[in-house]
């Protein structure tokens, strides 16, 4: 049966289908450190909506489950691939199909890089908000599939904020339009929202109509600001948002995960113990909300120091774009992705300590802390997750959802953090939530076994 399937692959799309072992063995895999079991039966690299139309009508006739993929820089295993599965690529189809400044949107194809989307952008004099750390590497269809933020969303927005509408190709090979060019919209039931997230169950996304921005207009001052552990940098980060000034980017790395980005990198030591608050603001009020935070980290214990320049300033962003690098450096790594409210911020530091204490671990963390999203780190030699990886992430999650929070901010479900979603959402929303998805994919063969465990 699976030759068949390839076979008709092949007569349809040709080229665009490839079974070679190394291409096969990459799509089992993403950022995770997770990978599928077994081999994809093949990958189709398409190119255009009809390509990935004729892959998912093929795959519906012949009940083959199909795994929505981009870039693969997912850190959940959402777009792994394995026996007896079509990974669908959709990283090819990477153009900028209009760009409207007047009307501040843009319509892209979905395999288009953030960073490279920005750059064709730039001369128009409109960006795109959402600003994952990987935004070298991840792609705007990922970006949707995942609900993704970045290092900008406490300001700006994460990807929700940004979309206008979607092109969705359903299990069946259908095209749907979904959403509006307007920037207002509320006819019918909103699909482009139930869209963004839902980690390839629903559809594939073929392009995405996006909500843009003006070019940021004065200048962007960046700060840092060392404190002696990474609860008083926490309390700093809490201060710094209550005091009502927005900065544009407010980032805390913790003694370990500052430690080991420093070495990466071949910068000086950190002092032992410290942790870091890195702070950016922008527009023309810029150096005056930077002195407002540089009085407040001061007070709250912080050793401030400002960036002389731009330069200067990417340079000290670079240190928490340099996390996930600095992390692969010490074994494999399992990255967690919880959000609580930005109050509670001091107390889910408290919570990883006490983690860390009782299951006898050291778990490096990072946070968006403009937003109350912390990335938490487990490190461990091999392949496998070890048992107590497993113990401990799952006190990790539960602390989280006491203070009020979430299993995940931007990475999405996937497969790691299945077994607990229903802890979140309750038993009636989380087959309500199945049920939907079956309106959709009837026959359950988009990304079967993510989100929703069996």
Do not use: M, S, Y
């Given at each position: 049966m699976s030759a068949d399937v390839v076979a008709l692959l092949r007569a349809e799309l040709g080229e665009r289908v490839d079974t070679r072992p190394a291409s096969l063995e990459a799509a089992r895999a993403d950022k995770s450190g997770h990978a599928a079991t077994g081999l994809p039966l093949a990958i189709v690299n398409a190119a255009s909506v009809a390509d990935v139309q004729a892959a998912l009508r093929i795959a519906s006739a012949t009940r083959t489950p199909v795994v929505p993929r981009g870039a693969g820089t997912g850190l959940a295993g959402g777009a792994n691939t394995g026996g007896g599965e079509i990974s669908l690529s959709v990283r090819a189809m990477d153009r900028v199909i209009e760009v409207r400044p007047d009307d501040l949107l843009a319509v892209v194809e979905p395999g288009i890089l953030n960073a490279d989307l920005n750059a064709l952008l730039e001369p128009h004099g409109v960006w795109w908000a959402p600003d994952p750390a990987s935004r070298a590497i991840s792609t705007v269809g990922g970006n949707i599939a995942t609900g993704a933020g970045g290092l900008l969303c406490a300001k700006y927005g994460v990807v929700r904020d940004a979309v206008l509408g979607v092109d969705l190709v359903l299990a069946d090979g259908r095209l749907l339009h979904l959403g509006h060019r307007s920037v207002k919209g509320v006819t019918g039931l909103d699909l482009t929202s139930l869209v963004i997230g839902s980690e390839g169950t629903l559809g594939v996304v073929v392009g995405a109509t996006l909500k843009l921005r003006r070019l940021v207009e004065g200048e962007r001052v960046t700060l840092t600001a060392l404190f002696e552990g990474v609860r008083a940098a926490a309390v700093a980060s809490a201060a710094v948002t209550a005091s009502g000034v927005q900065p544009a980017i407010m980032e805390l790395m913790d003694a370990t995960s500052l430690a080991a980005v420093h070495r990466l990198l071949s910068l000086p030591a950190p002092p032992v113990g410290a942790a870091q608050l890195t702070i950016q603001t922008d527009g023309p009020v810029a150096a005056d909300e930077a002195r407002v935070i540089a009085d407040v980290l001061t007070a709250a214990g912080g050793h401030v120091s400002v960036a002389a320049d731009a330069v200067e300033g990417e340079a000290l962003l670079a240190v928490r774009r340099a996390m996930h690098p600095a992390m692969e450096t010490l074994g494999t790594t399992l990255i967690e992705d919880v959000s609580v409210p930005r109050s509670a911020l001091p107390d889910m530091f408290d919570e990883i300590a006490r983690i860390e204490r009782e299951f006898g671990l050291v778990i490096p963390a990072v946070a968006?802390?403009?937003?109350?999203?912390?990335?938490?780190?487990?490190?461990?030699?091999?392949?496998?997750?070890?048992?107590?990886?497993?113990?401990?992430?799952?006190?990790?999650?539960?602390?989280?959802?006491?203070?009020?929070?979430?299993?995940?901010?931007?990475?999405?479900?996937?497969?790691?953090?299945?077994?607990?979603?229903?802890?979140?959402?309750?038993?009636?929303?989380?087959?309500?939530q199945r049920d939907i998805a079956r309106v959709f994919d009837p026959l359950g063969i988009l990304n079967p076994g993510k989100v929703f465990a069996p």
């Open positions: 968006h802390a403009g937003d109350g999203n912390l990335h938490p780190n487990f490190v461990f030699d091999g392949p496998d997750v070890p048992a107590v990886v497993w113990d401990a992430a799952e006190e990790l999650f539960r602390a989280a959802l006491a203070l009020g929070g979430t299993l995940t901010g931007e990475h999405g479900i996937g497969v790691l953090k299945r077994r607990w979603l229903a802890d979140e959402l309750g038993d009636d929303q989380w087959q309500l």
